[in-house]
């Protein structure tokens, strides 16, 4: 894609770069499709808290020019880790295929739950988790013991893998829906059940102290 991408901020800092802090300037940060040595390709792309995947310079963010295509989406996430390539650290992800480094940076979490399906396996249903709006293909277990809602900003997190921070957020609407299960000890506190299959499940939350580094602390 030609042209050079651009990010507007009002506090941007960064030791690597080569350019000071500028509120409220807007600053040159990459060109898509760039080639910083030979044979290699960049990209840049953003999560939103929906789960939709865009090129980070895509100027209308919506579900119309979000990424779709399933088999990209299973391609794209099976390989995002952290980015320890020191190249863009506003990008902490990347997602590397063959020749290209795809960087991502995302709104909260690079991994956004946005469904809750059952599975039928070996005669038994399995409850799954879908993430990236990439369906079966993109899932895993669910364990309602371990959803967590952040007592400062009422997002809801279920458990991921280690090579994306351990944790992911789950999308707004399927977190309303979950919520209704939360059981509450008091109006100022997070819920400390859940119920599920008409049991009464204690929250477990042991899991989200490696991880809350990870996510969004407040609302911007």
């Known amino acids: 894609m030609a042209g050079i991408a651009v990010i507007h901020t009002k506090n941007l800092v960064s030791k690597n770069w080569k350019f000071n802090w500028m509120p409220r300037r807007t ?45 990209f989406l299973k391609f794209f996430f099976s390989r995002l880790r952290f980015n320890e390539t020191q ?46 709006h990439g369906g079966p293909d993109l899932s895993i277990p669910f364990q309602p013991h371990k959803l ?5 900003t009422g997002r809801v997190y279920h458990p ?23 059981v509450f000890s008091s109006d100022d506190k997070p819920p400390t059940h859940f119920h599920w299959d008409d049991t009464e499940l204690e929250l477990e939350h042991e899991w989200i102290k490696n991880c809350e580094k ?4 407040s609302e911007s």
């Not at 994306?164 to 789950?170: A, E, N, P, Y």
């Not at 990870?214 to 602390?217: L, P, T």
Request: aromatic share 14%; glycine share 6%.
């Open 87 to 132: 190249r863009y650290e506003m990008f902490p992800y990347l997602s590397p295929c063959g020749r290209e480094r795809n960087y991502i940076r995302c709104d909260d979490t690079p991994i956004v739950f946005t469904e809750h399906l059952k599975k039928d396996a070996d005669g038994r249903t399995d409850h799954i988790l879908t993430y990236a």
């Open 148 to 152: 967590y809602m952040h007592p400062q």
């Open 214 to 217: 990870f996510i969004k602390k």
């Open 27 to 71: 600053v040159a940060l990459y060109t898509q499709g760039q080639s910083p040595e030979p044979r290699i390709r960049e990209y840049f792309y953003y999560i939103d808290h929906e789960g939709m995947l865009f090129l980070d310079d895509a100027k209308m963010k919506n579900f119309t020019s979000c990424f779709k295509e399933k088999k």
């Open 160 to 182: 991921a893998w280690p090579q994306v921070g351990g944790i992911g957020l789950v999308r707004s609407k399927l977190a309303i829906e979950l919520s209704q299960r939360f």
